[in-house]
């Protein structure tokens, strides 16, 4: 992807259900590695009547997508399990996947195709999420509890299932569904977020930051970084931070 990435935070109405939006004009790049987030992506491809836009489901491993050069891309970043608000499929059903847009969305993209090459794109964005948000409001559920307690300090999956309110069969059947993997899987994969974040940052051995983010030890994370990024975590801190990579 270009070097002239832009990174935004959306409207702070729609921070509970949008992560970000990214936006990368005139791409110089021919393919883009895409690692396990659990997140399900709107991007926009090309400008104006060319202009394509595609829903990008979660990955369970390592991906390489195609880019086109000289292209115009503009992502929104959904947080796992929110997509629900804004697609008409299920995130159980873009796993590993991605498909044209035209058909899944719930709301309507107006003219952002045309505003891709110089247009305000993330006002556009804004308010084209608000007004859909205000005509469909959003249902609460008690699952968005228990996917931020495995994302933000690894609750068992069995406590998150409790947060649920419901049996664990049940959390399970609905997680998968709405996030695009099952709760154990999610737990791995947010884990491997939280300590791809702190390699860069941290100050501890990577023996010691294994065993602060509970790996049984060092080798036990290294699995874990193959297995969800192709690399070692010495690799891995090494290597430029990707677009598509949650934030």
């Known amino acids: 992807m270009s070097s002239d990435l832009i990174v935004a935070l959306p409207a702070p109405?729609?921070?509970p259900y949008v992560s970000h939006?990214?936006?990368s004009r005139h791409n110089r790049e021919d393919r883009q590695a895409v690692l396990p987030d659990a997140a399900v992506d709107l991007v926009l491809v090309g400008a104006g009547?060319?202009?394509?836009?595609?829903?990008?489901g979660t990955t369970t491993a390592p991906q390489f997508v195609a880019l086109e050069?000289?292209?115009h891309y503009l992502g929104v970043r959904f947080h796992p399990g929110q997509s629900r608000h804004f697609l008409r499929a299920a995130a159980a059903e873009l796993t590993d996947t991605h498909e044209p847009a035209r058909g899944l969305l719930a709301f309507d993209l107006q003219d952002l195709p045309e505003q891709l090459v110089a247009g305000p794109v993330f006002a556009q964005l804004?308010?084209?999420l608000l007004r859909y948000l205000q005509a469909c409001p959003p249902i609460p559920s008690s699952l968005d509890a228990a996917i931020r307690s495995l994302t933000i300090t690894g609750t068992p999956v069995v406590q998150a299932a409790r947060v649920y309110g419901k049996s664990l069969r049940q959390f399970e059947r609905q997680f998968q569904l709405d996030v695009g993997v099952g709760p154990k899987l999610y737990a791995r994969i947010a884990r491997f977020q939280r300590a791809a974040r702190r390699l860069t940052d941290s100050t501890l051995t990577?023996?010691?930051?294994?065993a602060d983010l509970g790996y049984s030890d060092q080798s036990h994370m290294s699995h874990e970084f193959r297995r969800f990024a192709g690399l070692s975590p010495a690799a891995y801190a090494r290597r430029p931070?990707?677009?598509l990579q949650d934030r």
Request: proline content about 0%; glycine content about 4%.
């Open 13 to 15: 109405a729609l921070r």
């Open 49 to 56: 009547a060319s202009a394509q836009a595609w829903v990008y």
């Open 241 to 243: 931070v990707d677009f």
């Open 69 to 71: 050069h000289g292209a």
């Open 206 to 210: 990577l023996a010691e930051l294994a």
């Open 126 to 128: 804004d308010a084209a």
């Open 21 to 23: 939006y990214w936006l």
